[in-house]
């Protein structure tokens, strides 16, 4: 299943089964300063930077929430300063239409991890806004499970997200982080992963879901996440 179709379908899921996504938002949003100007939300999906941006009474003159999901779009908050736009961040005319808007900050949260080529997708972003500040899970997320299933991760490794993080913003804060969810059971994790939209286009055989559910050895799932914040060179 593609990334896209995955978001799409598990939408209404999404909200409830996505705790780490949660926790990435937040420590994305208590980084930033109180004064944001105008924002554009890559990847924004059902709002969850929006709703904290609110909550912690962060100022921001306009909002541009962007996805490719309309579903998850659907779910956002609507309001006289918010404008959402259908976009894809693996395309080069999402970023030529979002560098007319002028904008000042551009957050990203549980999103980039996606992008096909990495290096573009933060190059595009650092020539939209002067200041950025990303939120992205990283390979080592389920490691223990891509090793049982003899499967790659389908996302970018840590050192390759910094890598290309670092070529396009002088870094203000660069920090990973691990974390670990428990769950009563191993068929209870593989729903989730399924369900939450971490998986994205990580699809096991059935020999291999078999092995999981008999040798996974935790009784929770491992992610490994990334927060970059920083200052667009091409804005200097």
Not at 91 to 109: I, M, P, V, W, Y
């Given at each position: 299943?593609?990334?896209?179709?995955?978001?799409?379908?598990?939408?209404?899921?999404?909200?409830?089964?996505?705790?780490?996504q949660?926790?990435?938002?937040?420590?994305?949003v208590?980084?930033?300063?109180?004064?944001?100007?105008?924002?554009?939300?890559?990847?924004?999906?059902?709002?969850?930077?929006f709703?904290?941006?609110?909550?912690?009474?962060?100022?921001?003159?306009?909002?541009?929430?962007?996805?490719?999901?309309?579903s998850?779009?659907?779910?956002?908050?609507?309001?006289?300063?918010?404008?959402?736009?259908?976009?894809?961040?693996?395309?080069?005319s999402?970023?030529?239409?979002?560098?007319?808007?002028?904008?000042?900050?551009?957050?990203?949260?549980?999103?980039?991890?996606w992008?096909?080529?990495?290096?573009?997708?933060f190059?595009?972003?650092?020539?939209?806004?002067?200041?950025g500040?990303?939120?992205?899970?990283?390979?080592?997320?389920?490691?223990?499970?891509h090793?049982?299933?003899?499967?790659?991760?389908?996302?970018?490794?840590?050192?390759?997200?910094e890598s290309?993080?670092?070529?396009?913003?002088r870094?203000?804060?660069?920090?990973?982080?691990?974390?670990?969810?428990?769950?009563?059971?191993?068929?209870?994790?593989?729903r989730?992963?399924?369900?939450s939209?971490?998986?994205?286009?990580l699809?096991l055989?059935?020999?291999?879901?078999?092995?999981?559910l008999?040798e996974?050895?935790?009784?929770?799932?491992?992610?490994?996440t990334?927060l970059?914040?920083?200052?667009?060179?091409?804005?200097?």
């Amino acid at each position: 299943m593609k990334v896209k179709e995955q978001f799409n379908k598990y939408a209404k899921h999404y909200p409830h089964r996505s705790v780490i996504q949660q926790r990435g938002a937040e420590i994305v949003v208590d980084s930033l300063p109180e004064s944001l100007g105008t924002v554009i939300d890559l990847g924004c999906g059902s709002g969850r930077l929006f709703k904290l941006l609110q909550n912690r009474s962060l100022k921001f003159n306009r909002f541009y929430g962007v996805d490719f999901a309309e579903s998850m779009l659907s779910l956002h908050p609507k309001g006289d300063n918010i404008e959402l736009l259908i976009g894809d961040f693996n395309q080069a005319s999402t970023f030529e239409r979002l560098q007319k808007l002028n904008a000042d900050t551009l957050l990203s949260a549980s999103a980039l991890q996606w992008a096909k080529d990495i290096e573009f997708t933060f190059n595009s972003a650092a020539k939209t806004a002067p200041f950025g500040a990303f939120f992205l899970f990283s390979s080592g997320t389920f490691k223990t499970i891509h090793k049982i299933a003899g499967v790659h991760s389908p996302i970018h490794s840590y050192t390759a997200l910094e890598s290309a993080f670092l070529k396009s913003y002088r870094a203000l804060q660069i920090e990973q982080f691990h974390f670990e969810l428990p769950f009563p059971s191993t068929l209870e994790m593989l729903r989730y992963i399924q369900e939450s939209g971490v998986s994205g286009k990580l699809m096991l055989s059935y020999r291999a879901l078999k092995r999981v559910l008999r040798e996974y050895p935790f009784d929770y799932l491992e992610f490994e996440t990334a927060l970059f914040i920083g200052e667009s060179y091409d804005f200097n």
